[in-house]
């Protein structure tokens, strides 16, 4: 922090950070402990979660540069960096960041764009699935299954298991549910995006056509829609908040989410507390392997703004809240947004305690292993589209083919309104980014 002091001294320095709202449990100790070090003040301003990105842009646009730090979702930072909201942090990063700094993190793919730096991965949103452990190892079902299957009711390894354990386990009469897994707008499409890489095919060509309306990606959505059959009544209308109540009443056998979800799975008063098993999203198998998705599909992260006076000192204040000491401590907040995304995260004794031993394993391999997501100019555009058609089809309105032919249409506008060379230059730097073993069996 002697740089920090150095570059304020007689001056009265205020950084200002723009969050989204709930976060500030993860940031203010951070920032406490920064101004005591340095005499930098630190201000937040929160901003709805759906509204941060968006926020940034307005700024930038109207020039009124009111933020030095921000925290947007990892998918948008594409679009950030276009409409020229974000600095970038590679010559700082020369300048300051220790050489072994990112040696521990686990998914730091979000933080550029075409290789360039422009922020720090704080948040560990890798998708991961929830099992009712009860249900699993009830001596009773497991031979009912095995007669039924021929093989052992287990953790699924593959989405053709998952739907069928799902189905097993569907007694809505006895009100008793396969899953809980999302069917709202919002949320459908990062399903359908696990299930379709589990078929071993990449969504778009080098030059970006797309392939997801091949027999893959319509397998994977007929897949998906018949899936629907096994959920709980609610998947189609509850957001977020409601599908961890209710799964948390324990009548459901599998869910799929994130460390928030867990945080709150494993609260006090929670039915399933103690009685969950966890696993990485489903594969399939490509090539005569298993091959498996994890998949990275939110995350929040530090950037600095284009517009500040201070691009030093807050990315400084960047560098200090994701070292492994500081990031830390922001992780440990219960209540707070952010989950473990550095080794040292999960051998400390707090955040084992709000997560869970067995829910950390689980984390831990997920987040080594996963895909990042579409991280290309237009992000929220592309998946708008695959959103929208996916909820038609599963609503029976369209069917699969028609959704995906609708969507891969939609997707060339709008890779042609980028620019084709620009957003396939991101697109190849990306696929490089993807894991070597996942890499191996895409086509």
């Avoid at 989410?257 to 799975?265: A, D, P, V, Y």
Wanted: contains cysteine.
């Amino acid at each position: 922090m002697q740089e920090v002091a150095s570059l304020a001294a007689g001056r009265n320095v205020e950084i200002v950070i723009l969050q989204p709202q709930g976060s500030l449990g993860n940031i203010k100790p951070l920032g406490d402990t920064f101004t005591r070090a340095t005499g930098v003040k630190i201000r937040y301003v929160e901003v709805a979660v759906d509204d941060i990105n968006t926020q940034m842009i307005i700024d930038t646009l109207s020039g009124t540069g009111s933020f030095d730090l921000a925290l947007p979702a990892t998918f948008g930072l594409p679009d950030l960096v276009e409409a020229g909201a974000l600095l970038n942090l590679d010559d700082l990063a020369e300048r300051y960041a220790p050489d072994d700094f990112r040696r521990d993190a686990l998914f730091s793919v979000g933080d550029y764009y075409k290789s360039s730096l422009y922020g720090y991965q704080t948040d560990g949103d890798t998708y991961l699935m929830f099992y009712n452990r009860p249900w699993l190892e009830n001596p009773d079902e497991q031979k009912r299954f095995a007669d039924q299957q021929g093989y052992e009711l287990k953790i699924p390894d593959t989405w053709e298991e998952l739907d069928t354990v799902m189905a097993f386990f569907h007694q809505p009469e006895e009100k008793r549910y396969g899953g809980a897994l999302f069917r709202t707008p919002n949320y459908v499409a990062w399903e359908w995006w696990t299930r379709f890489h589990a078929k071993g095919f990449w969504p778009f060509t080098d030059d970006m056509d797309p392939q997801i309306s091949n027999e893959a990606g319509i397998e994977a959505l007929n897949e998906l829609i018949s899936a629907s059959k096994y959920l709980y009544p609610e998947a189609a209308t509850n957001g977020l908040f409601d599908n961890w109540k209710a799964y948390a009443e324990g009548h459901i056998f599998c869910n799929i989410g994130w460390g928030g979800t867990q945080k709150f799975l494993n609260a006090s008063g929670s039915a399933v507390r103690g009685k969950l098993a966890f696993g990485p999203t489903p594969g399939g198998i490509v090539k005569g392997r298993l091959l498996q998705t994890p998949y990275f599909n939110w995350g929040w992260n530090y950037t600095v703004s284009s517009a500040t006076k201070e691009p030093e000192i807050a990315y400084l204040f960047a560098l200090f809240a994701c070292s492994p000491e500081m990031s830390t401590i922001a992780v440990q907040d219960s209540n707070g947004y952010f989950d473990p995304f550095r080794e040292e995260h999960y051998k400390d004794p707090k955040i084992v305690d709000v997560y869970s031993p067995d829910f950390l394993k689980a984390h831990r391999s997920a987040m080594r292993g996963s895909i990042p997501d579409l991280y290309l100019q237009g992000q929220g555009e592309y998946f708008d589209a695959l959103r929208e058609n996916i909820v038609r089809a599963d609503r029976g309105e369209i069917s699969s083919k028609e959704a995906l032919d609708t969507t891969a249409k939609q997707w060339r506008k709008t890779t042609r309104r980028m620019g084709r060379r620009s957003q396939s230059t991101q697109w190849k730097f990306l696929k490089s980014l993807y894991p070597e073993k996942i890499r191996e069996l895409l086509t």
